[in-house]
């Protein structure tokens, strides 16, 4: 069983910036595609970002593009989330998700829908003070 450790959230003020980690168990982590989400109490989980098995296909929520940068390092089985000139809208909690692939697809998949994703990491909390 793939166990993700979502870390990196805290308080911030409006304008700043914070950078989320995702550390995955297991030695497959260069195999899946990757995302992150956010949720606020009672609304549904909202797609953040994308990044595919290759790391060569990214998506972003329109509202965070030219702000959030998703990377990956194989290397040391990470997934991360650059997040710049933060906004209070963008306080939630955020979590990590996985997804296998298929080997023998090109890799450049990237999956928005968390339906897509087959297990989750266990949040970390963003919080903006305006």
């Known amino acids: 069983q793939v166990q993700l450790v979502a870390s990196g959230g805290g308080l911030v003020q409006a304008g700043g910036s914070l950078r989320l980690s995702c550390a995955a168990s297991?030695?497959?982590?260069?195999?899946?595609?990757l995302g992150w989400f956010r949720q606020a109490p009672g609304k549904e989980r909202e797609f953040v970002s994308a990044?595919?098995?290759?790391?060569?296909?990214?998506s972003y929520l329109e509202s965070v593009k030219g702000r959030f940068t998703i990377s990956r390092d194989n290397a040391e089985n990470t997934l991360y989330l650059q997040m710049n000139s933060l906004k209070p809208e963008d306080a939630d909690v955020y979590y990590c998700?996985?997804?296998?692939?298929?080997?023998?697809?090109?890799?450049?998949?990237?999956?928005?829908?968390?339906?897509?994703?087959?297990?989750w990491g266990q949040g970390t909390q963003v919080t903006v003070s305006s």
């Open positions: 990044i595919s098995r290759n790391g060569a296909g990214t």
């Open positions: 297991g030695r497959a982590f260069r195999t899946y595609a």
């Open positions: 998700a996985g997804r296998y692939t298929e080997p023998f697809d090109s890799g450049n998949f990237y999956y928005t829908r968390h339906n897509d994703y087959n297990f």
